[in-house]
């Protein structure tokens, strides 16, 4: 309750300054006399026939502009969209067949791998030993050229279609 109280007294004091200022500011000053012209009350004068005619053509003719404007801007959001699902196919499509040589070329060095391992188990000879780790890298380097190879035939990702940009909306005309 002290608290509200407290809020109370500051924001009357904020108002009695607020509503106070004006009048010490222009405290010292005199209102001078001038003659006023006579008042005039101005009364808005309804549009005429002319007038109104104009603003039905201008109307009409805003709605034709601006259902043309929305058919191009419907239809260039809907190439869009066309364009970038198939952008977005084309990215999957790249990083799957990606993944599917990248597995292929795991499986060709994991095999070469095992193939060594098992060929120098137990009491094998230098010679053997040689040949079977020249056999593994004949076959890890087969599989990389394999690779490679594989990488360069992927086709070119497209570029990112350009989100389309459409002409500014059409301004209503003002009612006289």
């Known amino acids: 309750m002290k608290k509200n109280l407290q809020h ?3 924001v009357g004091s904020i108002g009695a300054a607020l509503l106070l200022a004006p009048t ?3 405290a010292g000053t005199t209102p001078t006399t ?12 309804k549009p005429s026939a002319a ?11 805003y709605r034709v502009a601006l259902k043309a404007w929305q058919d191009t801007r419907n239809s260039a959001q809907s190439a869009y969209k066309a364009a970038i699902i198939a952008y977005r196919a084309a990215i999957v499509a790249n990083r799957t067949s990606l993944a599917q040589i990248n597995a292929t070329f795991n499986t060709a060095v994991n ?11 137990g009491t094998v000879t230098a010679t053997a ?7 593994r890298v004949a076959a890890v380097a087969a599989a990389t050229n394999a690779r490679a190879a594989a990488i ?14 459409v ?3 059409p301004v209503a005309p003002t009612k006289p």
């Open 152 to 165: 360069a035939a992927l086709p070119a990702i497209p570029a990112k279609p350009i989100a389309p940009t």
């Open 167 to 169: 002409a500014p909306k």
């Open 24 to 26: 010490a500011a222009f």
């Open 8 to 10: 109370r007294i500051i």
């Open 111 to 121: 095999v070469a791998k095992t193939a060594y391992d098992t060929a120098v188990t």
């Open 51 to 61: 007038d109104e005619a104009a603003y039905k053509a201008a109307r009409a003719a």
């Open 129 to 135: 030993r040689q040949i079977a780790l020249n056999t």
């Open 34 to 45: 001038t003659a006023s012209p006579s008042t005039t009350v101005t009364t808005t004068a």
